[in-house]
């Protein structure tokens, strides 16, 4: 079993609408909960982290954690094609060591 | 340049050589990683370091070599490249190693025939 289990897609939205991307992970201790944005050829960059169960927005963004049901949920409201990337959830557990990436959600955004 | 930068950004070598990918932040974070970006695996960490002269393995360390001499640097070194560590190899930072993320380098594409 992966430690950090996402659907590989593509997910095809409409611009305008909202994408949602989800992840699960496998270690409910689990504390450090990250969304990197990496375009074609480019490397991860942060957009989105959350510790808490709940909500937290950013701007177009949205991280949603439950960590009894053990997944994170990424919520891009108002698509772009620019959004147009492959989403990286990450999840931490106690240590630096165990910083687990999952393989990726490739996202289109059409105009 | 403030940031974290890598070089170089594309290399090409032969089977069997010797091959250095470097690494240099200028944030002096304590925490930095080597990894590694194929299809079908996403990324694999290489090794990891949490401070100057404090290097561990990851989860696919075999054939590979770090140091850490000075915080800013670290590099990685292929001591006999093989074609299957042919990939895109990105370096990292971060301040805490946990809750603070990781802020990745440009990445270095290797290419071994």
């Known amino acids: 079993q992966k430690e950090v289990e996402q659907n590989s897609g593509p997910l095809s939205v409409p611009e305008g609408a909202i994408a949602s991307l989800n992840c699960t992970y496998s270690d409910r201790g689990s504390q450090s909960f990250f969304w990197y944005r990496q375009y074609s050829g480019k490397s991860p960059e942060l957009i989105m982290s959350i510790y808490s169960n709940g909500d937290k927005e950013d701007g177009r963004f949205t991280a949603q954690l439950n960590k009894a049901s053990q997944y994170v949920s990424l919520l891009i409201r108002d698509s772009q094609p620019s959004d147009s990337a492959t989403y990286l959830c990450?999840?931490?557990?106690?240590?630096?060591?165990?910083?687990?990436f999952g393989s990726g959600t490739k996202l289109n955004v059409k105009p | 340049d403030a940031g974290i930068t890598q070089s170089p950004r594309y290399k090409i070598t032969e089977t069997g050589r010797q091959v250095t990918l470097m690494c240099h932040q200028t944030?002096?974070?304590?925490?930095m990683f080597w990894y590694r970006q194929d299809l079908g695996h996403g990324l694999r960490l290489i090794y990891y370091s949490a401070a100057a002269d404090i290097t561990d393995k990851g989860e696919v360390p075999d054939g590979y070599v770090v140091s850490r001499s000075k915080t800013e640097n670290f590099p990685l070194t292929l001591e006999s490249a093989t074609r299957s560590q042919t990939s895109v190899y990105f370096c990292?930072?971060?301040?805490?190693?946990?809750?603070?993320?990781?802020?990745f380098g440009s990445g270095t594409r290797l290419t071994v025939v």
């Open positions: 944030w002096s974070h304590s925490y």
């Open positions: 990292a930072s971060s301040r805490t190693g946990d809750t603070d993320g990781y802020t």
């Open positions: 990450a999840v931490v557990k106690y240590n630096f060591n165990k910083f687990y």
